[in-house]
């Protein structure tokens, strides 16, 4: 197996850095795909084992590197698996804010590692120096590769354009000191509300005039769910119920450059939160809906 790519330009090696800091702060480990046309980040659900993704983030090669190559196992096989600690390379990328290059290349040292080459300004001379890293890897065999395939997930009920995650990440930081999970409605009209209930209080805020991008109603309520609703049409509502934490952490997403931001739910069961940006980047979180 080998894998070398080169960037030269400054703005992609910012939005590179912020898209493994974003991932680093949602997960300790992370899994790198490495496929001929794209470079795939994965994470998932640290506390449930052999599990779906909950993150998925794909980076088209050709906009962020001048050059990529890369051979995997053989011709029947051809991408490259393989499990990091996301911190050190979240940490190692720092030194782009000023590098004129980055190398990224495979290498087998005391065990594999992915090797950076950071090319940076002298700040005594019009010389460069270069900084190396060497993180850690492990290569995943080809028989746990079906543990890190995109999620097949069942056509969402609907689709809303989010507001900026900025403005939701303060609201959820704020409901998230008082309640572990929070209840999305997203309707028809455009609204979309966040819900938090205690023993002694209940705390909504709701956002209107939203872009809804699909909506495959109407959803029929029986239970007492919707009794906050009673002002919208209940027919046309769509909820579910996640953890606060999860949703919390894909919001700080907020640092990437990004362009569009949905939400979609499957009634009761899944939120699909999805970022993209002018870079074709797109980040998806997938949380599993509460049900009790």
């Not at 998932?44 to 001048?66: K, R």
Request: aromatic share 6%.
């Amino acid at each position: 197996m080998k894998f070398r790519a080169v960037m030269i330009d400054a703005g992609p090696m910012r939005e590179f850095t912020n898209i493994v800091s974003t991932i680093s702060k949602l997960s300790k480990e992370c899994v790198a795909r490495i496929a001929d046309d794209q470079l795939y980040f994965i994470v998932s659900d640290e506390n449930s084992g052999p599990a779906p993704p909950i993150l998925w983030c794909e980076i088209p090669h050709a906009m962020f590197f001048s050059e990529y190559q890369m051979v995997g196992l053989d011709d029947d096989h051809k991408d490259i698996y393989l499990e990091f600690t996301s911190t050190n390379l979240a940490r190692s990328l720092i030194t782009l804010k000023n590098a004129k290059s980055l190398k990224m290349k495979l290498t087998k040292k005391q065990c594999p590692c992915l090797t950076l080459e950071i090319e940076v300004p002298s700040s005594t001379s019009q010389q460069t120096r270069q900084v190396t890293h060497d993180i850690p890897v492990k290569v995943i065999p080809r028989k746990l590769w079906s543990d890190f395939q995109e999620p097949k997930i069942p056509k969402p009920d609907i689709s809303i354009q989010l507001p900026t995650l900025k403005q939701l990440r303060t609201t959820i930081d704020r409901m998230r000191t008082m309640a572990a999970e929070v209840m999305l409605w997203a309707s028809a009209e455009g609204r979309l509300t966040l819900q938090i209930k205690t023993d002694t209080s209940k705390v909504s805020t709701r956002f209107k005039d939203l872009r809804v991008e699909a909506f495959e109603g109407p959803i029929e309520h029986s239970d007492s769910e919707t009794e906050t609703q009673a002002n919208e049409d209940k027919s046309n509502i769509c909820y579910c119920r996640v953890d606060a934490k999860k949703f919390s952490m894909f919001l700080s997403a907020d640092q990437i450059s990004h362009n569009r931001t949905v939400c979609s739910i499957v009634h009761k069961r899944l939120v699909v939160l999805c970022l993209q940006t002018e870079e074709n980047v797109k980040l998806q979180c997938f949380i599993t809906g509460i049900v009790y």
